[in-house]
């Protein structure tokens, strides 16, 4: 008998990591993963994936598509440590070396519904002129040992950072007993055209 009182709630994330915009560089690819407080847990999906080496198109816009899925879905009890979505990218250095191009992250939309999100991109710089050029002629770039640490705030405001780059995420959120638990994510706005089913309990949302 199914009970009328759920335990935790659970969040669907589909989407896919679209591309990138990276001026300067070609040749690049992305790897992803997640991160999330101690009281969530995955229970379907992939937590973390690489995707492909792509180039710029001969469009004038020369962006970097990826177009690559994103599914998973986690279950909790609160809403404290939702879940971020980190990015790192990737490509070759003049000699070949593989070098960190930038790092994001970002939190999963909170509202069900479609979304999109551009994330600007930052990679660390050495602090010495002389650590930068050595680092340079080396391929050995300052870079996070792990990625993650990215959307954590400990230790970040030490490190001395440059702004490189956009990658631009699709969303799409489904949620499900989290109004049962007494957590509404529903739109702030009238406009917005909300469907809701009683028979499954997912919540999804369509922005017009």
Known sequence: MATNNPSVFLLTVNGQIEGANFPEYDNLYCKYC????HDWAPTSGLEEGITQITCKGSQSSHRLIWNFPLETTFKSTNPSG???????????????NDVVRGYGATHIPFTPGQHTCTIPMFVPEPTWRLQKFTSWL?????????????AQGEGREVTRVRSQGFVTVSFHIMTKDMKKLGYDTGPSNLSSNRSYSATSGWSTEEQL
Do not use: A, C, I, N
């Not at 939702?82 to 000699?95: E, K, M, T």
């Not at 080396?138 to 990215?150: A, M, Q």
């Open 138 to 150: 080396l391929g050995r770039r300052p870079e996070y040992t792990d990625p993650k640490v990215v």
């Open 34 to 37: 997640f991160v999330y407080g």
């Open 82 to 96: 939702w879940p971020q979505l980190v990015v790192s990218v990737y490509g070759p250095d003049v000699f070949g």
